[in-house]
């Protein structure tokens, strides 16, 4: 393998989460910064870096089935290091999982991956070599300046924060990534300038948390701040959209700013992950179900077309036939315009797997399937609910003589698409007539309005 003395290179394989795609693309831009130049083909890289995932159990096997496949065709003088949730979480026993890793590096200090590469090459001992540091300074608001964002087409992910204070007795991100870390509004708006001027069309505001953003910072309603300072600095930005917002946080200040704002998508992603007051009491999540009833009201109220989005976990410990039926009961009373259900995942190192009435992997998924059957039915609904309105489209990419696209009812990778003949331009919004519904996706055809109008589509949309 020739080795190229002033271009090295790195493969860099992200798995997980948008937010590891985020750190994923900054840490390559550090190693591009620093010389290195990206390879697709791991093969012809002097650096092999796997940003993993360590959430649940099959995240956790993919790391390291991907880990173990990079080292078995690993060769003499290639360097292998495991980046990410997985590398904090389990740290120096992934070694063993793993023979042949060179480095293991923690999600905190993603920052360090260059210097960490030449502390690797200089290191006389055999590898491997740790670096996992956890102490609250040295996460998060060093950033050397990368942009926090990840590109896809007309999209962009945008990082506000990373880590997250809440309790919620079945999630090991708090132990992964620490307390929340807002990062400065500052930046944010700066990159958002910088994304919009690169074209992108929608941006993603994603974080463990958003509706937490700046309480570390001493701010009150932070988000809302943020995206009313968002939407003064880039007022050309057509799509805004708000992922992971907490219960008991969607304040009335944040649904004023999301109605008022034409560029803020009326859509919001709500995971809820019960509705019965016991079981979200064991899951140490807030168990108001009354507010979430409320506010549900009240957004509706603001923006009668808003779509919502939420999350529930099935089969947790301790879940009865009658907690469950609540939940069905939930889903069938709020219809919720776009759901993901997941089955319980036990994991170890959190205060759920203390408890010791456990659900059968039997009835988890019965109840994965019954809930998800019933949700069908109110997703096909919402969605011929659309047929005939106007919606803008962002193009994801065409094939066959089809476009596919999302409207601002879509959130990348977890929600639905609209499909439209013909083969129209990637990562551009364009007008599309609604002409038919499926259980999660749109049919339509472009609109002939022209383009110069499509914002005012968007405040069509607002009417
Ligand atoms: S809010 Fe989300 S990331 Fe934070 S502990 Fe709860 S489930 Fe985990």
């Known amino acids: 393998m020739k080795k190229d003395k002033q271009k090295e290179r790195f493969y860099l394989l992200s798995l997980g989460c948008s937010k590891n795609a985020v750190d994923s693309e900054s840490m390559a831009s550090l190693l591009g910064d620093a010389g290195f130049e990206d390879s697709s083909d791991p093969a012809e890289a002097q650096v092999i870096v796997v940003n993993t995932c360590g959430f649940i159990g099959p995240a956790r096997k993919e790391s390291i089935a991907a880990l173990r496949d990079l080292a078995e065709s690993k060769e003499p003088g290639q360097l292998l290091i495991a980046a990410g949730c997985l590398a904090q979480r389990v740290g120096p026993s992934l070694a063993k999982s793993v023979p042949g890793l060179d480095g293991i590096i923690g999600t905190r200090r993603w920052m360090d991956i260059v210097p960490f590469i030449n502390d690797l090459r200089q290191r006389s001992k055999p590898h491997p070599l740790y670096h996992l540091p956890t102490e609250a300074k040295t996460v998060g608001r060093d950033e050397k300046g990368v942009l926090r964002a990840a590109v896809y087409g007309g999209s962009a992910y945008l990082k506000i924060s990373d880590g997250c204070r809440r309790p919620c007795a079945f999630c090991a991100i708090p132990q992964i990534k620490g307390t929340i870390v807002s990062r400065p509004s500052d930046r944010i708006i700066s990159e958002a300038r910088e994304l919009r001027d690169a074209g992108v069309n929608e941006i993603i505001i994603i974080s463990q948390d958003s509706t937490d953003y700046g309480h570390d910072l001493g701010l009150k309603n932070g988000l809302s701040n943020l ?237």
């Open 227 to 463: 995206l009313n300072d968002i939407v003064a600095a880039v007022p050309d930005l057509p799509w805004i959209r708000i992922m992971y917002a907490y219960p008991g946080y969607v304040t009335d200040e944040l649904i004023e700013t999301m109605a008022k704002n034409p560029q803020i998508l009326p859509y919001l992603d709500i995971p809820l992950q019960h509705s019965h007051w016991e079981t979200l009491k064991r899951m140490r999540r807030p168990a108001n179900v009354e507010w979430v009833h409320r506010t549900i009201k009240k957004l509706r109220h603001a923006m009668p077309e808003i779509a919502i989005r939420t999350t529930f976990i099935v089969g947790y410990p301790g879940e009865t036939d009658e907690e469950f039926a609540d939940l069905k009961n939930f889903v069938e009373e709020l219809r919720f315009d776009r759901v993901g259900v997941f089955p319980y995942s036990y994991e170890s190192s959190t205060p759920s797997s203390t408890i010791s009435w456990r659900v059968s992997e039997e009835i988890k998924e019965n109840r994965q399937v019954e809930l998800m059957e019933l949700q069908q039915q109110i997703s096909l609904e919402q969605n011929q609910s659309q047929v005939g309105r106007i919606l803008p489209v962002l193009i994801e990419g065409y094939g066959d003589g089809l476009s596919l696209g999302r409207s601002y009812r879509d959130a990348p990778e977890v929600d639905g698409m609209v499909i439209v003949p013909g083969e129209l331009p990637v990562g551009e919004l364009v007008p599309i007539r609604i002409d038919g519904a499926m259980v999660y996706d749109l049919m339509g055809v472009p609109d002939h309005i022209p383009s110069s109008t499509l914002i005012a589509a968007n405040t069509i949309l607002g009417s």
